[in-house]
């Protein structure tokens, strides 16, 4: 199984990404996605996650109404749009899965992933 992102680049502040992540090598649909980031020299910081009923959350306050989770057309595939996009934004961006459903909804604290993707970098310059 392989969670695959892709859509980080460079972009300047106040532009747009929109990050894609998609499964590969499996048949049966997650339920629950999300993503995580990693900015250098802060701690891994979840931005949220989408649920397998596709209840959507962005869980960090700062970047409720600038990001924005949502699936695609196929049940395995999970975007981050984000926009007004800050150098703070900077880091490596991980989308995350689960195949199987959990004890704890995808947006509290307990909550844990089984699958990861190899990160996707952005850049915000000044």
């Known amino acids: 199984v392989q969670l695959v992102e892709s859509g980080g680049g460079l972009v300047q502040v106040g532009g747009s990404l929109r990050l894609a992540c998609t499964t590969s090598?499996?048949?049966?649909?997650?339920?629950?996605m999300g993503w995580v980031r990693q900015i250098p020299g802060k701690e891994r910081e979840e931005i949220g996650c989408?649920?397998?009923?596709?209840?959507?959350?962005v869980s960090v306050d700062s970047l409720k109404g600038r990001f924005t989770i949502s699936r695609g057309d196929t049940k395995n595939t999970v975007y981050l749009q984000m926009n007004d996009l800050t150098p703070d934004d900077t880091g490596t961006y991980y989308c995350?899965?689960?195949?199987?459903?959990?004890?704890?909804?995808?947006?509290?604290?307990?909550?844990?992933?089984?699958?990861w993707g190899q990160g996707t970098q952005v850049t915000v310059s000044a």
């Open positions: 995350a899965a689960n195949f199987v459903p959990s004890h704890y909804a995808c947006m509290e604290s307990g909550y844990q992933y089984g699958y």
């Open positions: 090598g499996v048949t049966i649909d997650v339920t629950d």
């Open positions: 989408i649920s397998r009923k596709d209840v959507a959350t």
